[in-house]
């Protein structure tokens, strides 16, 4: 993964995003594709808002132009390839338009702070619409451990799949893979055929099945994240679709407000 496509935006996640997204430059000795991004007010395009649309578009684009600066000033002092672009418009739009030549995106994962973009459904309108494997970054988090400890949350389902074939080479890099599934005996691609899927590419991982016991399949995959310490999580994101699991529900969002590591989810 050498094109890392990353969010500029001022907004409280930059910082996360931006050291997990460094990260990953480093160990994959690849180039930070930055794109800032000013987000359109609602209003700017309405007419009947004409000059205060236009107020608003100024200011942000005065707040944004500060804020690329400040990226600007940061990675001058950094130790990788990077380049800064711009656009104007929503940010999951602006995003898609760049990731057809990025391997991954990263963004972040706040999804409540007053005034600040929906990023849950920034996600899932980059899975669900694009191509592109994303990154999403807890707003806590102070970079990503590539050579860590990595595990896959397994569902058997062709999107789980597709995450764990976006995520090979980065599994190359990870000291420990652990494959988790939440195993009730029906999945349709069991674990120990994406073991084997893995094992053909030279990563040898070790297989978590787990039982429920009342509890749901979100809780289990969270626990086994905080006890196995891992470093990253591989996941399919809105898999069963169910309308997206009810706009974006379902385990997807559960570690989108939850999980206390990077994800990297990827959507067939």
């Known amino acids: ?3 890392i496509l990353l969010l500029v935006h001022d907004d409280a996640g930059q910082e996360a995003r931006l050291q997990a997204a460094l990260d990953m430059a480093r160990t994959m000795g690849g180039h930070l594709s930055c794109l800032d991004v000013v987000q359109m007010p609602a209003i700017a395009g309405d007419s009947m808002y004409g000059y205060a649309g236009a107020i608003l578009l100024a200011d942000e684009r ?3 132009e500060t804020h690329r600066d400040r990226i600007d000033a940061r990675l001058a002092s950094e130790s990788v390839s990077w ?7 929503g940010i999951a739009s602006a995003i898609r338009d760049a990731a057809d030549l ?4 990263f963004v972040n994962r706040s999804i409540d702070a007053a005034g600040a973009p929906d990023m849950r459904m920034v996600v899932g309108a980059l899975l669900t619409k694009g191509r592109t494997p994303v990154v999403a970054v ?8 590539i050579s860590g400890t990595a595990m896959v949350a397994w569902d058997g389902s062709s999107t789980s ?7 090979v080479p980065l599994l190359r890099h990870a000291d420990t893979v652990l494959i988790v ?5 029906t999945l349709r691609i069991p674990a120990r055929d994406a073991a084997t ?4 590419h030279g990563i040898h991982p070790i297989i978590r099945p787990e039982r429920a016991f009342g509890r749901s399949t979100g809780d289990v995959l969270l626990t086994e994240v905080r006890e196995r310490h891992a470093d990253y999580v591989v996941m399919g994101g809105y898999g069963h679709n169910r309308i997206l699991e009810a706009l974006f529900g379902g385990v997807t969002r559960q570690f989108l407000a939850e999980c206390p590591v990077p994800m990297v989810l990827a959507h067939d």
């Open 138 to 145: 807890p707003q806590d988090s102070h970079g990503m451990n």
């Open 83 to 89: 380049t800064m672009a711009s656009a104007v418009g």
């Open 181 to 185: 599934s939440v195993d009730d005996g």
């Open 1 to 3: 993964m050498r094109q």
């Open 62 to 64: 005065s707040r944004e």
């Open 197 to 200: 899927y893995l094992s053909r």
């Open 161 to 167: 799949a597709a995450a764990l074939r976006a995520a």
């Open 102 to 105: 990025a391997d991954i995106v």
